[in-house]
């Protein structure tokens, strides 16, 4: 997230929201293997949803290594972020009961 937005948020008086928001595309901390938190809830949904609907993270995946892989250092930025994400997807399904689909 650029940091305008972020400034705004918190003069606005929604310090904790723009804390949330500004990690929804790289968290920025590992959170508690034991609880979910917000943070990684907004990162996992943002890696769910391409353009107007919700997909599965290797759709979603294919679809930001086309659009942004080009050269190996994207690539391989692209990559770990997916492997993390899949990490907080486990993390996440082994509280609910259903896996997404």
């Not at 920025?28 to 996992?44: F, R, T």
């Not at 942004?68 to 907080?88: M, S």
């Amino acid at each position: 997230m650029r940091r305008q937005p972020l400034q705004q948020l918190k003069r606005m008086g929604y310090e904790r929201v723009g804390e949330v928001v500004a990690q929804h595309i790289w968290l920025v901390k590992e959170g508690d293997p034991s609880c979910v938190c917000e943070e990684e809830i907004v990162n996992y949904a943002d890696k769910r949803v391409m353009h107007d609907r919700i997909v599965p993270l290797e759709e979603r995946f294919s679809d930001l290594k086309a659009r942004y892989g080009q050269n190996q250092k994207a690539v391989d930025y692209l990559e770990r972020l997916q492997k993390e994400i899949y990490g907080v997807e486990n993390k996440i399904f082994s509280i609910l009961t259903d896996r997404p689909q």
